[in-house]
């Protein structure tokens, strides 16, 4: 391998490496991709159709398997052995969910897909706050067609022309399964106030697609899937870029340094072999980085050189800033009114089949916070799991044939409301280099900030409200404690899966690390792939848009090499 | 006691089992494929979990030794087949091992369920007095007695025992049975909740105004 002439060096094998080696090994270039996890097959490793009876203390939640047993991460969670974080003195909570496996985080993602609207590359525009893109909606928008016809997308409905709410053009996506009980019972408060709910766009598909499985309309997506009808970048772009012959794929493989050449070019990086513990320097005439925003930002800061003392590319001390999350806040309800229904196989399509976009954007004066949410929201017969107490009171002492009726006839009668919100980058949010902790290996680690802002934690309070409202308006009860106030609401920074942020596109090397097209402004043959370029945190969950985007960059990034730009 | 229940007998696999007669050197095999178990009575006790990357589509028996005695296992199943009992074609609690679910929650390495630990061991010690020598009468009004108690460490001890016995017994299959859940089979479409399920939803939009 070492001494193999590679064109390319992809730094992780997600979203934005998995998209970035499928376009640039299609185009002929010779890529080695470095990922720090294992190797990970889901046509045999998916437990598809396991029942939590089958697995220890029934799949719950553990340290080990923080998202439950047959969650698709590997080695990962809020904690990876033997690879700390830091979060600073005095910062707000941050936690920061990793993967060590093939794929990533695709592997165990929500499959939601949604497109980034045309106010979000320009928000600063709309509302005086954040930060402009420097491309516009209609810039991505082919990447988007041609992401959504390759991963197969749920969802197609006709034209609805909301606002900021982008329509897919006919034949990108396939129809998604109809709505279930609970999502027929739901849309009705939404419309009595006014509120659309729309067709979920899901990584899933549902209907006939060239090269492809069709959902089973079973079995969990977070557990991965064996058969390749949801997204995943491990059965969805890798295989096809490894039948190219021009991909080599190095597992265990924790790149934390990216070696400069002459002439102030990347001439390779530097990993550690996280079994043997081994350190390797690989060369190649240019380097993508895509390893997740955090993990992307951390390589560049201990890349220190004469040229660069505070790592890589961090001249104007960018790297690492405007690190941003979607707000998350959630309140479940239990419905009378869905009780005793005949039982219903509600185990769709893995996705919601349904949801609400955003519905406010008209009204932010008055709400007292710009921007705003959108909400997922799940409900239905599903698989029994160690939480079916939780259907009855916390005062209820019932046992034997009452117990039996009381459990039948609420199974399914819960709804849970989930906003998932835009957040606005501040100067409080930010990740940079530990100056003491280290990883196993010796490697100085990140040491997080966050605070969220007013514009976020009103956002959450008013998501809280809405939900009470809707579920009075279903003549339902909130489960559990609800907090209304957004500070006490609003989820921990990081929870939501979706930091990105750390190494943003911008106009010139004042105002960012790289340009529209991921590559940095100080070290041309150095580029970003991943969430990490993203400028603002639109409430659109980003993984749709970090593969439109690498796909958009690795295709200039390809126009480059052929000209010998590289 | 002619009205003695019958012995709780675990339900653990024989492979397991063979394991457990390996790591912790008490139990004793009953005839194929169950096992009655005793105290941990030499070697060291196994007190790992599965681990960041355990094996999904098969997977292997939590690997920690189990802690509970013989006389926590069978206050456990009565206690289990109290809240739980046998009903129609639906099966008692204890026929479905949740006993010894309880003993392999309890015994796990984890916070939250070594967070239960005391609770649940506590609790089950305290009511074997009142069970397991007690006649029908007596073990009776022991369980009523718990099911009503208002002082917090028994309510404590009873609420959590309902939800992990509630939770073992519908994540079986016998569970989805007696609950009404029909899903986990591959289909080749989704077709949507039946006219008879719509139908109910409308005669509640009506009720509801909407």
Known sequence: MANDNYDVIIVGSGAGGGMSAYHLTKSGLKVLMLEAGRNYDPRVETPMFNTNAEAPLRGVGTPDKPFGFYDATVDGGWQVPNEPYVVAEGSEPFIWWRPRMLGGRTNHWGRIALRFGPLDFKPYSRDGLGYDWPISYDDLAPWYDKTEKLIGVSGAAPARNLLNTPDSPDGCLMPSAPPRAFEIFYERAFRKMGIPVIPMHGAVVTGQMEGRNTCLFATPCGRGCAIGANFQSTTVLLPPAMATGNLTITTNALVYQVDLGKAGKAKGVTYVDRKTGEHHSVTAKSVVLAAGSGETARILLNSKSSAFPNGLCNTHGMVGRYLMDSVGTGVTGQFPSMEGLPPTNDDGQGTQHTYVPWWGYEKQKELGFARGYHIEIGGGRHMPSMGMAGLLPDDETSVGDDLRAKLRNRFGSTIGFDGRGEMIPNDDCYCEIDPVAKDKWGIPVLRFHWKWGEHETNQAAHAVKTFLEVIDTLGGKPMGEVETEGRKAISKGGEMIHEIGTVRMGHNDTDSVVNQYGQSWAVPNLFVMDGAVMVSSPDKNPTLSILALAWRSADNMATLAKQGAL | ?210
């Open chain 2, 1 to 210: 006691m002619s009205d003695a229940p019958e012995p709780y007998v675990s339900k653990i696999d024989r492979r397991t089992a063979l394991a457990w007669i390996g790591v912790v050197g008490a139990a004793a095999a009953v005839g194929a494929g169950v096992v009655v178990y005793g105290p941990i009575k030499g070697g060291e006790p196994v007190r790992r979990g599965y681990g960041t990357d355990p094996k999904l589509t098969k997977p292997e028996k939590a690997p920690w030794s189990r802690i509970m005695v013989p006389a926590q296992l069978q206050t456990a199943a009565i206690l289990a087949d109290f809240i739980l009992p046998a009903s129609g074609a639906a099966p008692a609690a204890s026929t479905l091992g949740i006993p010894d679910f309880i003993d392999e929650w309890v015994s796990a390495p984890y916070p939250d369920q070594m967070g239960d630990r005391p609770v649940i061991l506590n609790g089950l010690n305290a009511l074997s007095a009142k069970v397991l020598k007690a006649d029908a009468t007596g073990r009776s009004a022991a369980l009523k007695a718990l099911q009503e108690s208002t002082d917090p460490a028994s309510q404590k001890f009873w609420k959590k025992f309902r939800k992990l016995t509630i939770g073992a017994y519908y994540t079986t299959d016998a569970g989805f049975k007696d609950i009404g859940y029909i899903g986990n089979v591959s289909r080749t479409s989704d077709p949507g909740p039946s006219p008879e399920v719509k139908a109910a939803l409308e005669r509640e939009f009506q009720k509801l105004g909407l």
